[in-house]
């Protein structure tokens, strides 16, 4: 048992470690008292030795089996071992807030999964799982059994997974996995056979819900993959995890870029486009519409704008504002409008460019746009009403862009 603890407790004792004042080895001693000291077994035994039993009697152990074997010298098909914790075990409540929080998902690479579709895609594509907590046997019957092994299995009551989690109604399994990395990933045969050139750039998506969206989009639309550039929300927060619906493990998801490494990771000859919330065309036409600062919907001022004009303590008059106005005209590349159903996708490969509601584009994503010959993308609306929402354009673009990529390739089929 000595052996099985050791195996099997130490992710939890170093998630312990890691809580708020310096609860250690102590309180991972403690954890451990809570639960009972023999493993108990999870899955039945193999279909041969059942049907060998006589009637009304449960098959016999092997010989030389103790009170249960370590998962490392059970036999195939013997099931996998798991703890069982009191009721109420508040140790483990905390294990779980800890692992909720972003300072602890960086520091020590963990992300936490809710949900048997969620936990099961994961470990379909390779996510390596460390801590599982379940309330039935039969949410574990419903996972890969292989995959587990190695895992610490913890059996404890529903009601104390429902304290824990933040669904309306929890399913009884929460794990925490080792965070995942793109490059290690074993996606879904299909997911690649259906991926297209395209790719998708999140500029300042602030929003758990939008970002989750838009990654389930991205997966539906057949992108290649997705980058993220610091000042996006992180894309393990459970509320992303849970709006993105296991899109998380169907394509790769890279994140906290700088912009001078996000050429690294398109294609060659990648023409890059912007989604604009606002089309200049509409306006008044005694605005100016020469793609000036005002004239695009979701641009924000350069996070260095205020250092360079020195007014980081100043209340903005008009004065300043014309003179910041003049720096970001300065700062902002002129891209040429093209309505979203235009053909955009002609380069070898396409990228787009969503930025967020509140603080926008930025004028890095121009600047990159620019570069590569790319423009901004319109979506037209019936005057008067709000432009959509960050979530909302992705998802009308990405699925353009495979319209026209899958007709590209059908026609160059057709001449072939």
Same mark, same amino acid.
């Given at each position: 048992?000595?052996?099985?603890?050791?195996?099997?407790?130490?992710?939890?004792?170093?998630?312990?470690?890691?809580?708020? !004042?310096?609860?250690?080895?102590?309180?991972?001693?403690?954890? #451990?008292?809570? *639960?009972?000291?023999? $493993?108990?077994?999870? &899955?039945?035994?193999?279909?041969?030795?059942?049907?060998a039993a006589p009637a009304g009697r449960e098959p016999a152990e092997p010989k030389g089996a103790g009170p249960g074997p370590t998962p490392e010298k059970s036999p195939a098909g013997q099931g996998l071992r798991y703890e069982k914790a009191e009721a109420g075990d508040r140790r483990l409540g905390k294990v779980v807030t800890i692992a909720k929080s972003k300072k602890f998902r960086d520091q020590?690479?963990?992300?936490?999964?809710?949900?048997?579709?969620?936990?099961?895609?994961?470990?379909?594509? !390779?996510?390596?799982?460390?801590?599982?907590?379940?309330?039935? #046997?039969?949410? *574990?019957?419903?996972? $890969?059994?292989?995959? &587990?092994?190695?895992?610490?299995?913890?059996?404890?009551?529903?009601?104390?997974?429902?304290?824990?989690?933040?669904?309306?109604?929890?399913?009884?399994?929460?794990?925490?996995?080792?965070?995942?990395?793109?490059?290690?990933?074993?996606?879904?045969?299909?997911?690649?056979?259906?991926?297209?050139?395209?790719?998708?750039?999140?500029?300042?998506?602030?929003?758990?819900?939008?970002?989750?969206?838009?990654?389930?989009?991205?997966?539906?639309?057949?992108?290649?993959?997705?980058?993220?550039?610091? !000042?996006?929300?992180d894309p393990w927060e459970p509320k992303v995890l849970r709006a993105g619906m296991g899109a998380h493990f169907r394509l790769p998801i890279i994140a906290n870029l700088e912009w001078e490494s996000i050429s690294n990771y398109l294609p060659t000859d990648t023409q890059v486009y912007v989604a604009d919330s606002h089309d200049p065309r509409t306006e008044d036409k005694m605005e100016d519409v020469?793609?000036?600062?005002?004239?695009?919907?979701?641009?924000?001022?350069?996070?260095?704008?205020?250092?360079?004009?020195?007014?980081?303590?100043?209340?903005?008059?008009?004065?300043?504002?014309?003179?910041?106005?003049?720096?970001?005209?300065?700062?902002?590349?002129?891209?040429?409008?093209?309505?979203?159903?235009?053909?955009?996708?002609?380069?070898?490969?396409?990228?787009?460019?969503?930025?967020?509601?509140?603080?926008?584009?930025?004028?890095?994503?121009?600047?990159?746009?620019?570069?590569?010959?790319?423009?901004?993308?319109?979506?037209?609306?019936?005057?008067?009403?709000?432009?959509?929402?960050?979530?909302?354009?992705?998802?009308?673009?990405?699925?353009?862009?495979?319209?026209?990529?899958?007709?590209?390739?059908?026609?160059?089929?057709?001449?072939?």
């Amino acid at each position: 048992m000595a052996a099985l603890s050791r195996l099997t407790l130490g992710p939890v004792t170093a998630l312990l470690r890691a809580q708020p !004042g310096g609860a250690g080895a102590g309180a991972a001693r403690r954890w #451990v008292r809570a *639960l009972r000291r023999s $493993p108990v077994r999870v &899955l039945a035994p193999r279909k041969e030795q059942r049907a060998a039993a006589p009637a009304g009697r449960e098959p016999a152990e092997p010989k030389g089996a103790g009170p249960g074997p370590t998962p490392e010298k059970s036999p195939a098909g013997q099931g996998l071992r798991y703890e069982k914790a009191e009721a109420g075990d508040r140790r483990l409540g905390k294990v779980v807030t800890i692992a909720k929080s972003k300072k602890f998902r960086d520091q020590h690479g963990k992300i936490l999964l809710e949900g048997r579709r969620l936990i099961k895609d994961a470990l379909d594509a !390779g996510a390596v799982p460390q801590t599982l907590f379940f309330s039935t #046997v039969g949410h *574990l019957k419903e996972l $890969p059994e292989e995959k &587990l092994k190695k895992t610490t299995l913890v059996k404890v009551k529903f009601e104390d997974i429902k304290n824990w989690s933040d669904l309306i109604t929890p399913q009884g399994l929460i794990g925490i996995f080792s965070r995942p990395d793109h490059a290690k990933m074993t996606y879904p045969a299909v997911q690649l056979q259906n991926s297209l050139p395209l790719s998708l750039i999140c500029d300042n998506l602030r929003d758990p819900g939008n970002l989750g969206t838009i990654l389930r989009s991205a997966a539906g639309a057949g992108c290649s993959k997705v980058l993220l550039t610091k !000042g996006c929300v992180d894309p393990w927060e459970p509320k992303v995890l849970r709006a993105g619906m296991g899109a998380h493990f169907r394509l790769p998801i890279i994140a906290n870029l700088e912009w001078e490494s996000i050429s690294n990771y398109l294609p060659t000859d990648t023409q890059v486009y912007v989604a604009d919330s606002h089309d200049p065309r509409t306006e008044d036409k005694m605005e100016d519409v020469s793609g000036k600062a005002h004239s695009y919907g979701w641009v924000s001022r350069p996070h260095n704008l205020k250092a360079q004009i020195g007014r980081e303590d100043l209340a903005f008059d008009s004065e300043s504002e014309e003179e910041e106005q003049g720096t970001d005209e300065a700062w902002i590349p002129e891209l040429d409008i093209q309505c979203y159903h235009k053909n955009w996708t002609l380069a070898p490969a396409a990228a787009v460019v969503i930025g967020g509601e509140t603080h926008g584009l930025s004028t890095e994503a121009l600047r990159l746009a620019e570069s590569t010959g790319g423009k901004r993308l319109i979506i037209p609306v019936v005057p008067g009403v709000d432009s959509l929402n960050s979530a909302m354009a992705a998802s009308i673009l990405l699925f353009e862009g495979k319209r026209q990529l899958q007709l590209r390739e059908k026609l160059q089929s057709h001449h072939k």
